[in-house]
């Protein structure tokens, strides 16, 4: 069974940046997919940004420019990068990822944009 384990939520001001980090109890070299995901109260689970095993990077609309997802194999975690933070960026971030046809989800960071 994989664990993945977030950290780096918090509390900042608009404008503000924090980086997130997601550790793999196993090798990330072996995940098609990794992800970061968020989610608020009453509403649907959503994709924030993708990257492959071969290094390609997807982002939703909303955080094109401003957030960034990166991998460090050496050390099996996967980062996101966030930027100019904005209120409506609220949410609890997941990490996910996928491999053989299984997936794998964290247990969420909570990130609080003040404005």
């Known amino acids: 069974q994989v664990q993945l384990v977030e950290s780096g939520g918090g509390l900042v001001q608009a404008g503000g940046s924090l980086r997130l980090s997601c550790a793999a109890s196993?090798?990330?070299?072996?995940?098609?997919?990794m992800g970061w995901y968020r989610q608020v109260p009453g509403k649907q689970r959503e994709l924030v940004a993708l990257i492959t095993g071969g290094g390609s990077t997807n982002y939703a609309d909303s955080v094109k420019g401003r957030f960034t997802i990166s991998r460090d194999n050496a050390k099996n975690t996967v980062y996101l990068q966030m930027n100019s933070l904005k209120p409506e960026d609220t949410a609890v971030y997941y990490c996910?990822?996928?491999?053989?046809?299984?997936?794998?989800w964290g247990q969420g960071t909570q990130v609080t944009v003040s404005s």
């Open positions: 996910n990822m996928r491999r053989y046809g299984y997936e794998y």
């Open positions: 196993a090798s990330i070299s072996s995940f098609n997919v």
